[in-house]
């Protein structure tokens, strides 16, 4: 089966740190989603490409948060620097731009731990 | 701007029937999503409805009006392994785009 992969699964890391997180969409997939989700908050959007162009990222606080595509088959997530705030576990997903059921499919997270 | 509700918790017992509510006030709607999540993994897609009405899949169904803004999902013969988290989501608006806003989700247990 295709799957989104996600590359670190857990980071721990001190205040200050830069965090990159990395994410490789399912083959053929042409939208690139970046959510974050906390007990409190649930699943947040933070950023969107539709092949590989960055569409939406008003969800992302942009003094510490980068997001890029630098090709097809990879997509980055840093933040720098970390603050404990930021703990959280952050999802990729991808999917197809459709006007039918087109879900979107998560890769397993990287939980991220900020002292 | 963009609401989506769903209880926060629910409890109930192997074998049963459980109904999980979602209601949504979004600026623009293509679509509803419910994703199941067990602790610690990734969400994976449960149903979609786009019309009104039951979309039935096995155990789990899946109902929408879209007049009240109000979707529920029902799981049947509930089994243990049907804890987990229930997300509901909605797709934004426009034929170009997949983005899910989601609710917060409803953990239910399900108890012997």
């Known amino acids: 089966d295709a799957r989104v992969t996600q590359t670190p699964r857990h980071k721990v890391t001190e205040m200050g740190q830069e965090v990159t997180m990395r994410c490789q969409p399912i083959?053929?997939?042409?939208?690139v989603f970046w959510y974050r989700q906390t007990m409190m908050q649930g699943l947040e959007l933070l950023a969107y490409f539709r092949n590989r162009a960055p569409l939406d990222d008003s969800g992302m606080p942009k003094d510490r948060f980068s997001a890029e595509m630098p090709d097809a088959t990879l997509a980055t997530l840093k933040i720098q620097p970390s603050e404990p705030r930021d703990s959280a576990v952050y999802f990729c997903?991808?999917?197809?731009?459709?006007?039918?059921?087109?879900?979107?499919?998560f890769g397993n997270g990287t939980r991220l731990t900020v002292t | 701007g963009q609401n989506i509700d769903q209880p926060t918790e629910m409890t109930a017992t192997e074998g049963a029937i459980v109904q999980i509510n979602c209601t949504y006030q979004t600026s623009g709607f293509n679509g509803l999503f419910w994703y199941q999540q067990h602790a610690g993994e990734a969400p994976t897609f449960l149903s979609y409805n786009v019309l009104d009405g039951l979309e039935e899949k096995g155990r789990f169904s899946s109902f929408l009006s879209r007049s009240k803004g109000y979707s529920y999902l029902l799981l049947k013969e509930l089994q243990m392994k049907d804890s987990a988290s229930y997300l509901c989501a909605v797709r934004a608006p426009g034929g170009a785009t997949n983005k899910l806003i989601f609710g917060t989700g409803t953990l239910l247990a399900v108890q012997p």
């Open positions: 997903a991808s999917g197809l731009t459709s006007r039918g059921v087109s879900p979107l499919h």
């Open positions: 083959l053929g997939h042409n939208t």
